[in-house]
């Protein structure tokens, strides 16, 4: 039973990875996430801890990029090529972690009230729509304003607040699997709400999870970025938001140095960019509506 | 006399190379009408959207398409769009969807007359409650919108609809598919009133011979993009030439046929088994005075099944017949433990229901459940051999499973159960499907099958071999069936006894013969008297 | 096929639908109960965010500043911190109900009143955003959207999705820099500003420029793609080629039918987002000093000013909640499927 079950199952992955390939904004997109991969992980190796440290810095105030800083220096005469290198890990990081705590929390509660009825869901559904219309990011603030702390506080206060979107996606999917006659058949054997949940439901969910997390890492970045440009979080910690609220603040923009304005920037900008081109393709080979429609 | 339509070797080639028609050859005379008939996949639809050019744009179509005597296909944009409607117009399959949902009908009905400006406007409202007038709605539906109106009033909406242009020429499209057979009866009554009274040239489309034949002079019979008998509708349907023909025929059989009573169509070389006759004793299953009331929307209660008390002997099969809404599975569902009573109770074995999802477990074992739709009754993620074993891991049923699993399979017939284990459903066709959910019933050796529609989404020619199936599993297995239908061919062609059920409640319960020969109740005899007739061979 | 159907039949056909006349009033509760209840977990939420989660909010305001014992006591005493949490519960309600928000700590004035002042500015800026962008969004989605795949479609969805990844307060920062020379780069008025009506609704205008323009760029990428894939989503419909078979314009088919069934979701969607553009709008608002909420939660962050942030908190929730209680009872008068269920 094992062997054509393995091959059908190779032959699938090898479909959808031909799909996915086949979408030219979803392979720009991985590559580039793979070249970012690279920069966190090989971080500490590039980059002397010398490069980072205030009271070691060997540049001027503020410089022009030039032969010795490709990318010009910081307010402090650090390099903001090694800065901005340096913040990928942490925003990595936090965006990843924060996107699985939010999809884990969402699909949890999309998955119970979708399949529960009655008050459960009812309660459930109350609290999603409440968390849903609410500003995510004035909560955000709240949240690691009262919550002292580095990264964890961020990763909590955005998994926390942006998870009602995904509950709701996968309450719309449990709903519409819960409707099809197999989950009936399935009941009328004698399959248990644990049978129906982990049997069909969660398999039939898990492709678009996927692509919901994908997409949401993207804005957990964009939402981490923020709370730090607003200075939340701890101050001390090398993020790319962090760099842009010390540039905004020691004049960058007045001075003109987009060397310090633009690479932090422009980091965010291509990481979210490349987890939602890659979300976007996924979405058109995972879900099947979606497939047919293109 | 210039033909009002006229096919000549017609072509219909989708992107991909599938051609969904294959030269067809059709003439259609003013005031004539003509069924086309054949089953899903025939093309039939495709032939009919491409006399518009309504087809999708990766659809090539060749062959001369004569509407009046012109061209559609060598006509331009603008030529095309002032024929359209004007000329010829469509009633679409599933009014529900062919409609725009957020207009009201009035204007729908009203927007070709102003588009063609085949009225001055101050006219038009006049000519729209006059066409209401025609299929039989008060003018105020005018004002509705679709939603709020059933089925069979918006079927009305797009007849008036086709009709507002005075056009010389109707394609009706499966115009009664999703209608139960007394609002069908109404509907096809009114399109052959309407056809014959203002002399309109009819093409109707439908995978049910005996629809068509009631309503049509001419019958084409359709199959793999061709047209492979065409003759006056009762020959075709009293005397089929092809075997495909036969096979449609034979699919919806006449109710008091001796012939077709407990012999449904099949090629099966297993044939029909002898008639069994059920044991008497205790009834296998029994309701007592059974109701299930619902919480309606917007406060109050619906009382779906009322008072229905009913057996089913062992080995005994019952047909439960009734209309869409009449609470049939409702009923299924309470009976299999799905739906809690509000009242009554369910006596499986001379016992009452266990209520506690133990004893419910066991006692779904025994009573299985097959659905009306098997493409959707199967996860498509989940193969074959998944699909049986479901039910078996379940229960933690002792054996080998790779065994049982095989066993369940042989016995619905798909042999060899080996080759069939590792596919997926989408692999298989609709009646290998329905056989795999009844192969899942059936490995766990069930006593009772509870079947909701069981060939209701089968193609013709699926359809007695699915019932022959049932027969053969009743006749070697002992099993009893409580079968769900709105066919009454159905109940002819297997039951047992026949319940008829109306607005949650039993109206009339006995021997097939009895119920249907002679029934008592005058919903039952306007259920029969609703069956389509064809008219005999003269 | 019989010709005479018994009159009997007429009560056998199928029943339509049962008409919903008096469902106005119940939706017309329903919708407001949510919305109350909305507001109460707010109220609920932002006590226990901001006075119960702290432990001690004293020591969050006071970080990093030198404060003696005794310093610590007052302030406590001042806030109501040292009373039992159930008491302060209650003084926070009713003084809620007065519209008290408590003292701001930074300001050293009513958080209420300084809230007040703010508000003026930020529905200035979001509401102008939030037309522009969904008018933008809207338009540029159905173009796209009908003519699927076209030249249209792979350009502009391809740039929409850039400026929906950008933070748009970093969008503002690169704006200041490029075009600070020719609009002003902060505050909502110059200091000389004429006290007439129309020269000074001219200076405010032009200072509204930048920080609406960036807010528009956030915002209209989300929009566009929303109305893009709700008209693929109609674009299969049966109705459609109904329309189609009428005889209708390819153009006629897309406004009267197709744009009509794929607005009303959008627009739902479009209010739903409000509160994300409300997230926009308070970073926007720091970087252009524009002198709304966002910037006063910029400063009360900056000062640790737990009552303030509190009082912000409140008042931003409650209007996105009000907000989208409007949208809901617009849109049943709009979509007949919703007066329907």
Same mark, same amino acid.
């Given at each position: 039973m094992t062997s054509p079950a393995w091959a059908r199952r190779r032959d699938a992955a090898g479909r959808a990875w031909r799909e996915f390939a086949a979408n030219r904004g979803g392979l720009v997109g991985l590559v580039v996430l793979a070249v970012f991969v690279l920069v966190a992980a090989l971080g500490p190796v590039l980059i002397d801890d010398a490069d980072l440290d205030v009271t070691r810095a060997t540049g001027d105030r503020l410089r022009s990029p030039s032969g010795e800083f490709w990318l010009g220096t910081d307010e402090n005469g650090r390099s903001v090529l090694a800065l901005t290198l340096w913040g990928t890990q942490l925003s990595l990081v936090v965006g990843l972690a924060a996107a699985l705590l939010s999809v884990v929390i969402g699909t949890t509660v999309g998955i119970l009230a979708g399949h529960f009825g009655g008050w459960l869901s009812a309660v459930l559904l109350r609290f999603t729509d409440f968390f849903l219309i609410m500003p995510s990011l004035v909560l955000a603030i709240a949240l690691s304003a009262v919550l002292d702390g580095g990264a964890g506080t961020i990763i909590l206060a955005i998994g926390v607040v942006s998870w009602p979107a995904s509950a709701r996606l996968v309450r719309a999917q449990t709903l519409a699997v819960e409707a099809r006659p197999y989950i009936e058949r399935s009941r009328a054997l004698g399959g248990g709400h644990g049978h129906v949940i982990f049997k069909h439901v969660l398999p039939s969910v898990l492709p678009l999870v996927f692509v919901n997390t994908t997409l949401a890492v993207g804005t957990a970045i964009v939402a981490e970025s923020t709370l730090r440009f607003l200075g939340l979080g701890d101050t001390n910690e090398i993020t790319w938001g962090g760099l842009l609220r010390s540039a905004g603040s020691s004049g960058a923009i007045t001075y003109g140095a987009w060397w310090y304005l633009l690479p932090p920037g422009i980091a965010i900008v291509l990481l979210v960019l490349a987890f939602t081109l890659v979300g976007r393709a996924l979405e058109t080979v995972l879900n099947p509506k979606l497939r047919e429609r293109r | 006399m210039t033909p009002v339509l006229e096919l000549r070797d017609l072509r219909v080639t989708y992107a991909g190379g599938h051609a969904a028609v294959r030269g067809v050859d059709l003439t259609l005379l003013p005031g004539q009408t003509l069924g086309l008939a054949g089953e899903s996949g025939c093309g039939k639809s495709s032939l009919a959207m491409s006399v518009l050019r309504l087809l999708p744009k990766d659809a090539q179509v060749s062959g001369e398409i004569l509407l009046d005597g012109e061209d559609t296909r060598a006509m331009s944009w603008g030529r095309l769009r002032a024929v359209r409607w004007a000329s010829a117009s469509i009633v679409f399959q599933g009014a529900m969807h062919a409609l725009n949902p957020v207009r009201r009908v009035g204007t729908q009905i009203a927007e070709p007359m102003r588009l063609h400006a085949s009225l001055p406007e101050d006219q038009v409202e006049a000519r729209v409650a006059q066409l209401l007038a025609q299929v039989e709605l008060p003018p105020e539906k005018a004002r509705a919108y679709p939603h709020e109106l059933s089925g069979g009033q918006k079927q009305r909406v797009m007849i008036a609809m086709a009709l507002a242009c005075g056009p010389r020429l109707v394609i009706a499209d499966e115009p009664t598919t999703a209608l139960d057979v007394i609002v069908q009866a109404q509907v096809l009554a009114l399109v052959t009133r309407l056809v014959a009274e203002q002399g309109i040239g009819l093409v109707m489309i439908s995978h049910d011979l005996s629809v068509l034949g009631s309503v049509c002079e001419r019958l084409a019979v359709m199959y793999e993009g061709q047209v492979v008998e065409l003759g006056s509708a009762p020959t075709v349907?009293?005397?089929?030439?092809?075997?495909?023909? +036969?096979?449609?025929?034979?699919?919806?059989?006449?109710?008091? *046929?001796?012939?077709?009573?407990?012999?449904?169509?099949?090629?099966?070389?297993?044939?029909?088994?002898? +008639?069994?006759?059920?044991?008497?004793?205790?009834?296998?299953?029994?309701?007592?005075?059974?109701?299930? *009331?619902?919480?309606?929307?917007?406060?109050?209660?619906?009382?779906?099944?009322?008072?229905?008390?009913?057996?089913?002997?062992?080995?005994?099969?019952?047909? !439960?017949?009734?209309?869409?809404?009449?609470? +049939?599975?409702?009923?299924?569902?309470?009976?299999?433990?799905?739906?809690?009573?509000?009242?009554? =109770?369910?006596?499986? *074995?001379?016992?009452? !229901?266990?209520?506690?999802s133990r004893g419910l477990r066991e006692y779904r074992r025994e009573a299985q459940l097959v659905? =009306?739709?098997?493409?959707?009754?199967?996860?498509?993620?989940?193969?074959?051999?998944?699909?049986?074993?479901?039910?078996?891991?379940?229960?933690?049923?002792?054996?080998?499973?790779?065994?049982?699993?095989?066993?369940?399979?042989?016995?619905?017939?798909?042999r060899p159960a080996g080759r069939y284990m590792p596919v997926l459903p989408h692999r298989l066709s609709g009646g290998q499907r329905q056989r795999v959910v009844i192969a899942g019933a059936l490995a766990l050796r069930p006593r009772l099958l509870v079947a909701d529609e069981p060939v209701a989404s089968l193609d013709a020619s699926v359809r007695g071999e699915i019932l022959a199936l049932l027969l053969r599993l009743r006749a070697e297995l002992g099993l009893a069936a409580l079968v769900i239908t709105h066919d009454l061919g159905l109940a002819w062609n297997i039951a047992d006894r026949v319940a008829v059920m109306y607005r949650g409640e039993l109206v009339e319960v006995g021997e097939v013969e009895q119920v249907l020969l002679a029934p008592r109740h005058e919903y039952t005899q306007s259920l029969l008297a609703a069956l389509p007739e064809v008219a005999p061979v003269t | 096929?019989?010709?005479?159907?018994?009159?009997?039949?007429?009560?056998?056909? @199928?029943?339509?639908?049962?008409?919903?006349?008096?469902?106005?009033?119940?939706?017309?509760?329903?919708?407001?109960?949510?919305?109350?209840?909305?507001?109460?977990?707010?109220?609920?939420?932002?006590?226990?965010?901001?006075?119960?989660?702290?432990?001690?909010?004293?020591?969050?305001?006071?970080?990093?500043?030198?404060?003696?014992?005794?310093?610590? @006591?007052?302030?406590?005493? %001042?806030?109501?911190?040292?009373?039992?949490?159930?008491?302060?519960?209650?003084?926070?309600?009713?003084?809620?109900?007065?519209?008290?928000?408590? %003292?701001?700590?930074?300001?050293?004035?009513?958080?209420?009143?300084?809230?007040?002042?703010?508000?003026?500015?930020?529905?200035?800026?979001?509401?102008?955003?939030?037309?522009?962008?969904?008018?933008?969004?809207?338009?540029?989605?159905?173009?796209?959207?009908?003519?699927?795949?076209?030249?249209?479609?792979?350009?502009?969805?391809?740039?929409?999705?850039v400026f929906w990844s950008i933070p748009p307060w970093w969008l503002g920062v690169v704006l200041l820099m490029i075009a600070g020379g020719v609009f002003p780069t902060g505050g909502m008025q110059s200091p000389d500003s004429p006290a007439a009506f129309f020269p000074h609704a001219l200076d405010v205008a032009h200072h509204m420029v930048l920080p609406v323009f960036t807010l528009v760029l956030a915002l209209y990428g989300q929009y566009q793609l929303v109305m893009r894939a709700s008209l693929l989503e109609e674009m299969n419909s049966d109705y459609l080629t109904t329309a189609r078979a009428k005889g209708l314009r390819d153009d006629l088919v897309r406004r009267r039918h197709a744009l009509p069934n794929a607005l009303l979701p959008t627009a739902t969607l479009v209010f739903l987002h409000l509160g994300m553009v409300v997230s926009g709008a308070i970073t926007v608002e720091a970087v252009y000093s524009w002198p709304g909420l966002g910037q006063l939660t910029a400063e009360a962050l900056a000062s640790k000013d737990l009552p303030l942030l509190q009082g912000i908190f409140i008042v931003l929730v409650i209007a996105v909640v009000v907000m989208n209680l409007f949208a809901d009872l617009l849109l049943r008068v709009l979509d007949p499927r919703v007066r329907a269920s």
């Amino acid at each position: 039973m094992t062997s054509p079950a393995w091959a059908r199952r190779r032959d699938a992955a090898g479909r959808a990875w031909r799909e996915f390939a086949a979408n030219r904004g979803g392979l720009v997109g991985l590559v580039v996430l793979a070249v970012f991969v690279l920069v966190a992980a090989l971080g500490p190796v590039l980059i002397d801890d010398a490069d980072l440290d205030v009271t070691r810095a060997t540049g001027d105030r503020l410089r022009s990029p030039s032969g010795e800083f490709w990318l010009g220096t910081d307010e402090n005469g650090r390099s903001v090529l090694a800065l901005t290198l340096w913040g990928t890990q942490l925003s990595l990081v936090v965006g990843l972690a924060a996107a699985l705590l939010s999809v884990v929390i969402g699909t949890t509660v999309g998955i119970l009230a979708g399949h529960f009825g009655g008050w459960l869901s009812a309660v459930l559904l109350r609290f999603t729509d409440f968390f849903l219309i609410m500003p995510s990011l004035v909560l955000a603030i709240a949240l690691s304003a009262v919550l002292d702390g580095g990264a964890g506080t961020i990763i909590l206060a955005i998994g926390v607040v942006s998870w009602p979107a995904s509950a709701r996606l996968v309450r719309a999917q449990t709903l519409a699997v819960e409707a099809r006659p197999y989950i009936e058949r399935s009941r009328a054997l004698g399959g248990g709400h644990g049978h129906v949940i982990f049997k069909h439901v969660l398999p039939s969910v898990l492709p678009l999870v996927f692509v919901n997390t994908t997409l949401a890492v993207g804005t957990a970045i964009v939402a981490e970025s923020t709370l730090r440009f607003l200075g939340l979080g701890d101050t001390n910690e090398i993020t790319w938001g962090g760099l842009l609220r010390s540039a905004g603040s020691s004049g960058a923009i007045t001075y003109g140095a987009w060397w310090y304005l633009l690479p932090p920037g422009i980091a965010i900008v291509l990481l979210v960019l490349a987890f939602t081109l890659v979300g976007r393709a996924l979405e058109t080979v995972l879900n099947p509506k979606l497939r047919e429609r293109r | 006399m210039t033909p009002v339509l006229e096919l000549r070797d017609l072509r219909v080639t989708y992107a991909g190379g599938h051609a969904a028609v294959r030269g067809v050859d059709l003439t259609l005379l003013p005031g004539q009408t003509l069924g086309l008939a054949g089953e899903s996949g025939c093309g039939k639809s495709s032939l009919a959207m491409s006399v518009l050019r309504l087809l999708p744009k990766d659809a090539q179509v060749s062959g001369e398409i004569l509407l009046d005597g012109e061209d559609t296909r060598a006509m331009s944009w603008g030529r095309l769009r002032a024929v359209r409607w004007a000329s010829a117009s469509i009633v679409f399959q599933g009014a529900m969807h062919a409609l725009n949902p957020v207009r009201r009908v009035g204007t729908q009905i009203a927007e070709p007359m102003r588009l063609h400006a085949s009225l001055p406007e101050d006219q038009v409202e006049a000519r729209v409650a006059q066409l209401l007038a025609q299929v039989e709605l008060p003018p105020e539906k005018a004002r509705a919108y679709p939603h709020e109106l059933s089925g069979g009033q918006k079927q009305r909406v797009m007849i008036a609809m086709a009709l507002a242009c005075g056009p010389r020429l109707v394609i009706a499209d499966e115009p009664t598919t999703a209608l139960d057979v007394i609002v069908q009866a109404q509907v096809l009554a009114l399109v052959t009133r309407l056809v014959a009274e203002q002399g309109i040239g009819l093409v109707m489309i439908s995978h049910d011979l005996s629809v068509l034949g009631s309503v049509c002079e001419r019958l084409a019979v359709m199959y793999e993009g061709q047209v492979v008998e065409l003759g006056s509708a009762p020959t075709v349907v009293h005397d089929p030439q092809h075997a495909h023909t +036969k096979a449609l025929a034979a699919a919806f059989p006449t109710v008091g *046929d001796p012939a077709s009573r407990y012999a449904p169509a099949t090629t099966n070389p297993a044939g029909v088994p002898p +008639k069994v006759v059920p044991r008497a004793g205790e009834p296998l299953l029994r309701t007592q005075a059974l109701r299930v *009331d619902f919480r309606q929307r917007g406060g109050g209660w619906m009382r779906a099944v009322n008072d229905v008390s009913l057996e089913v002997g062992r080995g005994e099969i019952v047909a !439960l017949v009734g209309q869409s809404g009449s609470g +049939k599975t409702t009923l299924a569902r309470t009976v299999l433990g799905l739906q809690q009573p509000s009242g009554g =109770q369910v006596l499986y *074995d001379g016992r009452p !229901l266990p209520r506690g999802s133990r004893g419910l477990r066991e006692y779904r074992r025994e009573a299985q459940l097959v659905l =009306q739709d098997p493409t959707s009754a199967l996860n498509p993620r989940h193969t074959v051999y998944e699909a049986v074993a479901e039910g078996l891991r379940i229960h933690r049923m002792p054996g080998d499973e790779r065994e049982l699993v095989a066993a369940a399979l042989e016995a619905a017939e798909l042999r060899p159960a080996g080759r069939y284990m590792p596919v997926l459903p989408h692999r298989l066709s609709g009646g290998q499907r329905q056989r795999v959910v009844i192969a899942g019933a059936l490995a766990l050796r069930p006593r009772l099958l509870v079947a909701d529609e069981p060939v209701a989404s089968l193609d013709a020619s699926v359809r007695g071999e699915i019932l022959a199936l049932l027969l053969r599993l009743r006749a070697e297995l002992g099993l009893a069936a409580l079968v769900i239908t709105h066919d009454l061919g159905l109940a002819w062609n297997i039951a047992d006894r026949v319940a008829v059920m109306y607005r949650g409640e039993l109206v009339e319960v006995g021997e097939v013969e009895q119920v249907l020969l002679a029934p008592r109740h005058e919903y039952t005899q306007s259920l029969l008297a609703a069956l389509p007739e064809v008219a005999p061979v003269t | 096929m019989t010709d005479s159907l018994a009159p009997v039949e007429e009560s056998i056909a @199928e029943v339509p639908p049962p008409s919903r006349g008096g469902g106005v009033v119940r939706y017309l509760l329903a919708k407001v109960g949510g919305a109350v209840m909305s507001v109460l977990m707010v109220v609920v939420l932002g006590f226990f965010l901001f006075r119960v989660m702290p432990g001690d909010p004293v020591s969050i305001m006071t970080r990093g500043r030198p404060v003696s014992g005794a310093q610590l @006591e007052a302030l406590r005493a %001042q806030h109501g911190f040292d009373k039992p949490l159930l008491v302060q519960f209650w003084n926070y309600l009713v003084g809620l109900v007065h519209g008290d928000f408590g %003292q701001s700590y930074a300001f050293n004035a009513p958080a209420g009143v300084i809230i007040g002042e703010r508000l003026g500015p930020t529905l200035l800026l979001t509401g102008t955003a939030t037309v522009l962008a969904a008018a933008l969004g809207l338009w540029l989605g159905a173009k796209t959207g009908w003519h699927r795949n076209g030249p249209l479609d792979r350009g502009s969805s391809g740039v929409a999705l850039v400026f929906w990844s950008i933070p748009p307060w970093w969008l503002g920062v690169v704006l200041l820099m490029i075009a600070g020379g020719v609009f002003p780069t902060g505050g909502m008025q110059s200091p000389d500003s004429p006290a007439a009506f129309f020269p000074h609704a001219l200076d405010v205008a032009h200072h509204m420029v930048l920080p609406v323009f960036t807010l528009v760029l956030a915002l209209y990428g989300q929009y566009q793609l929303v109305m893009r894939a709700s008209l693929l989503e109609e674009m299969n419909s049966d109705y459609l080629t109904t329309a189609r078979a009428k005889g209708l314009r390819d153009d006629l088919v897309r406004r009267r039918h197709a744009l009509p069934n794929a607005l009303l979701p959008t627009a739902t969607l479009v209010f739903l987002h409000l509160g994300m553009v409300v997230s926009g709008a308070i970073t926007v608002e720091a970087v252009y000093s524009w002198p709304g909420l966002g910037q006063l939660t910029a400063e009360a962050l900056a000062s640790k000013d737990l009552p303030l942030l509190q009082g912000i908190f409140i008042v931003l929730v409650i209007a996105v909640v009000v907000m989208n209680l409007f949208a809901d009872l617009l849109l049943r008068v709009l979509d007949p499927r919703v007066r329907a269920s």
